[in-house]
Antibody, heavy 120, light 108 residues
Framework: QVQLVESGGGVVQPGGSLRLSCAAS????????MHWVRQAPGKGLEWVAV????????YYEDSVKGRFTISRDNSKNTVYLQMNSLRAEDTAVYHC?????????????WGQGTMVTVSS | SYVLTQAPSVSVAPGKTARITCGGN??????VHWYQQKPGQAPVSVIY???DRPSGIPERFSGSNSGNTATLTISRVEGGDEADYYC???????????FGGGTKLTVL
């Protein structure tokens, strides 16, 4: 069964840090680019970051550049999102998402998401 | 960056056809993907690459893309189709994905 399970969300103060993890199972992890997509309460979907199948390329949405870092450990079938200097506007459900290709393209499998709340 | 425009809401009676549009500059030259999100759930892919249906998605869901508009068409609409629908493309200029703002489909 193809599955993505996120963890690591929680409540953090502005300026703080969190590290999200996404454990993948049921498919060949190294055949797919992996993404993080977030959704603020009551808002639409917003893409955050992507990492290529082999970690060779990483791209970020402009508002998180320099603050967030995406990485992956192909030996553990896990993708991470290190989030630093968090702001109130980063509050959202963060979904781990499988890409249909090794990098660019569509999304086909979504995790249920983990909630990140940035508040004092 | 590339902008995708969706109507905030569309309403349709059961059994009728719903058309949800996604506008973008020369979007017909890009591949468009569509996602369905029901309340409290993660999104689900319903159309890939303009018109391909993932396995398990009913034939009632179809897609088209030409000029400045891509369209998700849902035939014989059912109550269970009530959801938010998002279009998405890959923006070659910024080299990252872009989502439309989403359309809430209400089944009357």
């Amino acid at each position: 069964q193809v599955q993505l399970v996120e963890s690591g969300g929680g409540v953090v103060q502005p300026g703080g840090s969190l590290r999200l993890s996404c454990a993948a199972s049921g498919f060949t992890f190294t055949h797919h680019g992996m993404h993080w997509v977030r959704q603020a309460p009551g808002k639409g979907l917003e893409w955050v970051a992507v990492i290529w199948y082999d970690g060779s390329n990483k791209y970020y949405e402009d508002s998180v550049k320099g603050r967030f870092t995406i990485s992956r450990d192909n030996s553990k079938n896990t993708v991470y999102l290190q989030m630093n200097s968090l702001r109130a506007e980063d509050t959202a459900v963060y979904h781990c998402v499988r890409g249909t290709t090794v990098g660019r393209g569509a999304f086909d499998i979504w995790g249920q998401g983990t909630m990140v709340t940035v508040s004092s | 960056s590339y902008v995708l425009t969706q109507a905030p809401s569309v309403s349709v009676a059961p059994g009728k056809t719903a058309r949800i549009t996604c506008g973008g500059n020369n979007i017909g030259s890009k591949s468009v993907h569509w996602y369905q999100q029901k309340p409290g759930q993660a999104p689900v892919s319903v159309i890939y690459y303009d018109s391909d249906r993932p396995s398990g998605i009913p034939e009632r869901f179809s897609g088209s893309n030409s000029g400045n508009t891509a369209t998700l068409t849902i035939s014989r609409v059912e109550g269970g189709d009530e959801a938010d629908y998002y279009c998405q493309v890959w923006d070659s200029t910024s080299d990252h994905p872009v989502f439309g703002g989403g359309t809430k489909l209400t089944v009357l």
